[in-house]
């Protein structure tokens, strides 16, 4: 099979060193350590304004000084590569999209949220789509094996017709809600949503002009329009998620390490069914990171579609910014799609300094 050349743009956290953070099962997890591990993908070159951070990339991952560039675009020119990562902070990303897909690349892996507006997610969908460059956002729970099991359990029918979804803990919307959002989008086969009503927490003094200057915990309900209701909540209950289903729940626990699932047993003196806990079935573990790479690759391959291309990356991210406009609207329902949504994410921070070590 062909081997691509990959790049990546931003040489941080998630890029490249987020491995030093998380246990170590969870390995390959940055961009950079899934080129690495993948078999069909070599990372020849990176892209940073800090040449510090670069040459701490180029020492863990082998790239030659000659392959570290302040400057992406000229990497673009020099390097000429297939698959380009851009694990930056969202409101650089869709300038950055823009012009990779416009100069070359053939695949983008990009960092969560997608864009800090939704005119710049569309600018990124226009252009993917005109150069027809393949996509995939770094929602890593879309790849996890586990929640593939969940969603084929609910896509069987075994348990009925799929009801209602519910993420435990939203957390801030542009970072860890932008997973839970693509993931009950994915558990409920990526039908689109028709309505959001939503809440932000402690957020109105950093709204002004259109411009939202921190990345705001938030909560909502979202209407899908196949009649799935989802609950984006703030219990407490940390990385839970759970599927109602009409005859039956299945709950993902501790981030998706324990799983629950609870099927029709016996009937109760009222002859009303109750549910008694099964076995969830067993899989073997793959790094989602990997699992997404080795997605671009494959439909480099053949040309099938990515499994969160464009498209579907931008409809989980106007779930994000339909929560904001209904907080902005005093909580009234918000219709999708959005309407001239002018929402931008505008925090000013300055890119966090990676663990360049672990610390076990």
């Known amino acids: 099979m062909k081997t691509y050349k990959a790049a990546?743009?931003?040489?941080?956290?998630?890029?490249?060193f987020i491995d030093n953070e998380v246990p170590s099962s969870y390995y390959p997890y940055s961009h950079a350590a899934g080129y690495e591990a993948s078999t069909r993908t070599t990372l020849v070159a990176c892209s940073d304004l800090r040449t510090d951070v670069m040459a701490q990339v180029g020492k863990?991952?082998?790239i030659p000084e000659k392959s570290q560039y302040t400057d992406y675009k000229e990497m673009m020119e020099i390097e000429k590569p297939d698959i380009v990562s851009v694990a930056t902070q969202p409101e650089p990303r869709s300038e950055i999209v823009n012009?990779?897909?416009s100069h070359g690349a053939k695949a983008i892996y990009a960092e969560k949220a997608m864009a800090a507006s939704m005119a710049e997610a569309d600018?990124?969908?226009?252009?993917?789509?005109?150069?027809?460059?393949l996509f995939n956002l770094g929602t890593n729970r879309r790849w996890d094996r586990g929640f593939d099991i969940m969603k084929n359990i609910i896509d069987s029918g075994e348990l009925g017709a799929l009801k209602s979804l519910t993420i435990y803990e939203t957390s801030s919307l542009f970072n860890g809600a932008s997973h839970s959002l693509d993931l009950i989008m994915r558990l409920n086969s990526d039908h689109p949503a028709s309505w959001v009503q939503g809440?932000?927490?402690d957020s109105d003094d950093n709204i002004e002009n259109d411009r939202i200057t921190i990345d705001p915990v938030g909560e909502g309900i979202i209407q899908f329009e196949n009649g799935v209701t989802g609950y984006a909540l703030n219990t407490g209950r940390r990385s839970e998620w759970e599927a109602v289903c009409e005859n039956g729940v299945i709950?993902?626990?501790?981030?998706?390490?324990?799983?629950?699932?609870?099927?029709?047993?016996?009937?109760d003196h009222r002859d009303r069914t109750q549910l008694v806990e099964g076995s969830f079935p067993e899989y073997e573990w793959k790094s989602s990171t990997l699992s997404l790479i080795e997605d671009l690759a494959n439909s480099l391959d053949t040309g099938e579609p990515t499994r969160c291309g464009p498209r579907i990356a931008r409809a989980s991210t106007e779930l994000i910014f339909g929560i904001i406009e209904s907080h902005i609207n005093g909580g009234k329902r918000v219709n999708l799609p959005l309407q001239n949504s002018t929402i931008r994410l505008e925090r000013g921070i300055p890119s966090k300094q990676?663990?360049?070590?672990?610390q076990d």
């Open 8 to 16: 990546l743009i931003g040489c941080s956290r998630m890029g490249a």
């Open 354 to 358: 990676p663990r360049f070590e672990r």
């Open 123 to 133: 600018s990124m969908v226009e252009t993917c789509e005109k150069y027809d460059v």
């Open 99 to 101: 012009y990779v897909a």
């Open 251 to 267: 709950t993902a626990l501790g981030n998706g390490a324990n799983w629950k699932i609870r099927r029709p047993g016996d009937r």
């Open 60 to 62: 863990r991952f082998g």
């Open 199 to 201: 809440l932000l927490r």
